[in-house]
């Protein structure tokens, strides 16, 4: 494998009392999508929080490129070079289009070696967020929103992409869209992890394949060599 | 006729007034959820030091415009400081930071009393503004003019500094939703320490600006408070035109108040606030729910 963009190794992450990740660990290789599959409480999100510092784990490290992030708060995290799009979308309603996008704006790191990102690349892959620069975000469908969400991420010029369910509540066409971007990010070199429930859509998409079940790591593989297996799949997703 | 224009204008004053103060309390309600109960004490304590600032007790007398930027420059530094080293450690825990922050309004309220003594300080209309404007039959005090000029630049510099510089859009992403802002890399914490320093000196600066109209006295602060809260309830924690209508709206319910049914004032001041929590509870402009 690549060097590593994001590693989680032997996380424990609790809500309340309620354990929720345990012993998790996976590594993302640099310029590769890894899946993030589960069903829904499996912990997919949960493994998306701490990787940005909203939840910090109690026991395990999460590393960036080499570098320990575990219990940085999340601000620092994401000047290390770590984007969320996160799950619903949560663009900030009360900014224009435009300005949920500057509010994100960070300068191109020089370890960096994909596309610049700014408003104006931004605009140029999602020209409907173009059409809608100055509207209140609020007023967007949910396909725009997904769209700016991803924008607003890409702004950072980050070097890891956490993409938590971004097919999500959307029409089948959007998804279609949504996928595309995705693939033209991967294609850029970025490293991007993938949460899914549908493994439909990642399978296509990902080098890399982790499962979680119920708050544990249950398969890891890379996506070829997962395509034909049904029986795991059955076992820990419920399909195929 | 007079009457009712000269109540108007004092309306329109106290709302400018309650505008200075109000827009930082619901900035900081709105972006950091602490209901920072030493705000009416910003509010005198900008006033005090602005009195030592003009009665030469410091070595030097300065002018009443220089006083009341110098006292409110004090009195967001000492916001700031009060945000770092006590609100900070109190995240997530509403009712210790609302003892906290009455448990110094308290203090400062006795410090105030050993500093400045018991009795009521008058402060001098600054030079220029002493007189009154004509318009026909009815005269306007110069100086209560020069108040409402006053709010409503503060009110276009707000908004401009909201609503047209990134820094201000970093404020309205961490009032949205302050957990994403951080993901998103902005660093919320300094912008809470930011908002904070600002909501205090606006406070401190309309504490000196109302001086010569209120004049200063022990208990100014708990005067001034609950006219705060009432305002940002009924416009909206977070919302600029919520605190600027508020304010205008409090104004003349309190100054039409205290003169139509002065038995019945406090009834008339809160009536809107009971309403409103109960119709509307996230105040007529505001997006959250107090």
């Known amino acids: 494998m690549a060097n590593s963009a994001l590693v989680l190794s032997g996380i424990d992450a609790y809500y309340g009392d309620s354990h929720v990740l345990q012993k998790v660990s996976f590594e993302l290789g640099e310029g590769r999508l890894l899946g993030l599959l589960g069903r829904n409480g499996a912990g997919k999100s949960t493994c998306m929080n701490v990787s940005v510092g909203l939840l910090p784990p109690r026991a395990g490290v999460v590393e960036v490129f080499g570098t320990p992030v575990t219990r940085l708060p999340p601000e620092q995290i994401a000047a290390r070079g770590v984007a969320l799009v996160p799950q619903g979308r949560r663009v900030f309603k009360s900014l224009t289009v435009r300005e949920n996008l500057i509010v994100a704006a960070r300068d191109k790191d020089a370890a960096t070696r994909h596309a610049n990102w700014n408003a104006a690349t931004v605009f140029a892959m999602f020209p409907r967020l173009a059409e809608r620069a100055n509207q209140l975000s609020a007023h967007l469908s949910g396909g725009e929103q997904q769209m700016l969400a991803i924008g607003r991420a890409l702004m950072a010029n980050p070097r890891v992409l956490l993409m938590d369910e971004p097919s999500e509540g959307l029409a089948p066409q959007i998804v279609a869209e949504v996928m595309t971007t995705i693939r033209k990010l991967k294609e850029s070199g970025l490293s991007i992890v993938l949460v899914e429930q549908s493994p439909k859509l990642v399978f296509d998409i990902a080098d890399d394949i982790v499962i979680l079940n119920s708050g544990r790591v249950a398969v890891v593989s890379t996506a070829a060599a997962l395509k034909n297996d049904g029986v795991d799949l059955r076992q820990h997703l419920g399909v195929f | ?290």
């Not at chain 2, 004490?41 to 009341?68: I, R």
């Not at chain 2, 009815?138 to 630049?153: E, G, H, N, W």
């Not at chain 2, 949205?176 to 606006?202: E, K, Y």
């Not at chain 2, 100054?255 to 009536?271: C, D, I, K, S, T």
Request: glycine share 14%.
């Open chain 2, 1 to 290: 006729m007079n009457f009712w224009l000269l109540l108007t204008i004092n309306s329109i004053t106290f709302g400018g007034l309650l505008f200075l103060l109000s827009s930082g309390f619901s900035l900081i309600f709105g972006l950091m959820r602490i209901p920072n109960l030493t705000h009416g004490s910003m509010f005198m304590v900008g006033a005090y030091l602005g009195s030592t600032f003009l009665s030469g007790a410091l070595g030097f007398t300065s002018d009443f415009w220089v006083a009341a930027i110098l006292s409110a420059i004090e009195v967001a530094v000492l916001g700031a400081l009060m945000e770092r080293l006590l609100l900070r450690r109190l995240t997530g825990q509403p009712l210790a930071q609302v003892l906290v922050t009455l448990g110094v309004s308290l203090m400062v309220a006795d410090l105030c009393l050993m500093g400045w003594g018991g009795d009521p300080i008058s402060v001098e209309t600054p030079a220029g503004l002493g007189g009154f404007v004509r318009a026909g039959p009815a005269v306007f005090p110069l100086y209560r003019m020069a108040i409402i000029v006053i709010a409503v630049v503060f009110a276009i510099a707000l908004w401009l500094l909201l609503e047209r510089t990134r820094l201000g859009a970093m404020i309205r992403a961490g009032v949205d939703d302050p957990q994403m802002a951080r993901v998103v890399g902005i660093r919320v914490s300094q912008l809470f320490t930011i908002v904070f320093g600002l909501g205090a000196g606006l406070a401190g600066f309309a504490g000196m600006i109302g001086a010569p109209i209120l004049s200063i006295y022990p208990g100014l602060d708990q005067d001034m408070l609950p006219l705060a809260l009432v305002v940002v309830i009924l416009g909206g924690t977070g919302s600029l035109l919520g605190s600027f209508v508020g304010s205008i709206l409090i104004g003349f319910i309190y100054n039409f108040g205290q003169a139509l049914l002065p038995e019945l004032a406090y009834f008339v001041l809160f009536l809107p606030m009971v309403i409103v929590l109960v119709v509307r509870p996230q105040g007529l402009f505001g997006g959250q729910v107090l």
